[in-house]
Structure formats: structure tokens, C-alpha cells
């Protein structure tokens, strides 16, 4: 990698870091429950972005891998809070 190049990779890991330590503040002290979903959410696609350019400064695409079973598993965990904050229970035993 040319040096202007890992210099703006590492402060974009840098800055994700931060962004994960403070989503993690308002995963903790957050005044709802919606926002500490959306706070677990957003982590989740930090990490993402973090296996991302891990990936390219690593010049590999084993991870890409990784990244989609991140972003499934993401995507159902928001969901499947969302649907407990919502109804109160994530599986309905109810047959119509």
C-alpha cells in the first residue's frame, strides 16, 4: 500500500473504534429500548466496516465471508428485538 493510503486506512479504523466506544456508551445508558437497539445495530455494521478494511489492508477476500454473516445476523437480531419490543414475545404460539 502506498503511504497516503495506510495513512487513511488506519485513521478510518481509528475513527470506527471511536464511533464503536461511544455506541457502546449509549447501548448501556440509553434512555430507551429502541435506542439500545438501534445502538447494537449500528455496531453491527461498524463491525462490518471494520472487516471490511481489514480485508483490504490484509489484500485478502476470505473475510468477505464474514462480512455477510455479520450482516445476517444483524439483521435478525434488530429484527427479532424490534418484534419483542412491539409485541412482547418473538415467537407467536397463536394458530389462525
Same mark, same amino acid.
Given at each position: 500500500?502506498?503511504?497516503?493510503?495506510?495513512?487513511?486506512?488506519?485513521?478510518?479504523?481509528?475513527?470506527?473504534?471511536?464511533?464503536?466506544?461511544?455506541?457502546?456508551?449509549?447501548?448501556?445508558?440509553?434512555?430507551?429500548?429502541?435506542?439500545?437497539?438501534?445502538?447494537?445495530?449500528? =455496531? &453491527? #455494521?461498524?463491525?462490518?466496516?471494520? *472487516?471490511?478494511?481489514? %480485508?483490504?489492508? +490484509?489484500?485478502?477476500?476470505?473475510?468477505? /465471508?464474514?462480512?455477510?454473516? =455479520? &450482516? #445476517?445476523?444483524?439483521?435478525?437480531? *434488530?429484527?427479532?428485538? %424490534?418484534?419483542? +419490543?412491539?409485541?412482547?414475545?418473538?415467537? /407467536?404460539?397463536?394458530?389462525?
Amino acid at each position: 500500500m502506498t503511504d497516503w493510503f495506510s495513512v487513511v486506512v488506519h485513521v478510518c479504523l481509528f475513527v470506527i473504534t471511536i464511533s464503536i466506544l461511544l455506541l457502546l456508551y449509549r447501548a448501556i445508558k440509553g434512555p430507551s429500548n429502541p435506542d439500545r437497539v438501534v445502538a447494537l445495530d449500528t =455496531i &453491527g #455494521i461498524n463491525l462490518i466496516a471494520i *472487516t471490511g478494511i481489514m %480485508a483490504i489492508i +490484509l489484500d485478502t477476500v476470505q473475510l468477505n /465471508d464474514i462480512i455477510l454473516l =455479520i &450482516g #445476517i445476523l444483524t439483521f435478525i437480531a *434488530t429484527v427479532s428485538v %424490534a418484534k419483542f +419490543l412491539e409485541k412482547g414475545v418473538i415467537i /407467536d404460539q397463536d394458530r389462525d
